[in-house]
């Protein structure tokens, strides 16, 4: 079976914030049956694990003779081998992976830097200028992201790894407030949230949290 990277002790507390939390959620998406390696922090940063990601971070994804790193890829191989998660269509698959890369190249960027400003800037004199600042860009993602969703369920035709991607991206703002001005982005994560592959991915998340006692 593949064998995905995991944080041993994630910091987002079970939140399934966790990147690998993408992967898990694509497995359960095409029903591929996966195995766990979990990984402290100081192992992260070792050979080994350097060995499969080089910049020390997770999640990674084995299977063979193949290593990847990057969620995005991981989310993509999976997609290309399995049914499920890309369209039939030609056209339509290319659509989807225009979306995956649009969620972590357009809406992601942003998102993390408020995450890092809330995180660890709070004591800076600029703070409340610099974090307005990040979420006013983000605002007009979120806009230009709501008009192009419109009254659809999903952002190209049926549920895609481009939804499974930008809803993961999207799901770090839960608590900022910046989702409920678009009430259709809003609807869009509880959507992807009710999927059972994302409960289920959700579950096996949430159970490493609670079996670390973090």
Known sequence: MPILTAFERSPDRGRGLARDMRVRWAFEEVGQPYDVRLVSFPEMKAPAHRARH???????????????FESGAIVLHIAEHHPGLLPADANARSRAIAWMFAA???VEPSIVERSMAVLFERDKPWHVERLAMIEDRIRV?????????????????AFSAGDLMMITVLRRLGGSGLVEAFPNVAAYIARGEAR??????????????????S
Not at 54 to 68: A, K
């Open 104 to 106: 972590l190249s357009t």
């Open 141 to 157: 993602r979120l806009g230009e992201l709501s008009r192009a969703l419109g009254e659809a369920d999903w952002l190209d035709g």
């Open 54 to 68: 080089p910049f020390g971070q997770i999640p990674t994804y084995e299977d063979g003779g193949l290593v990847l």
């Open 196 to 213: 059972p592959a994302y409960q289920r991915a959700f579950a096996d998340q949430l159970a490493v949290f609670t079996a670390s006692g």
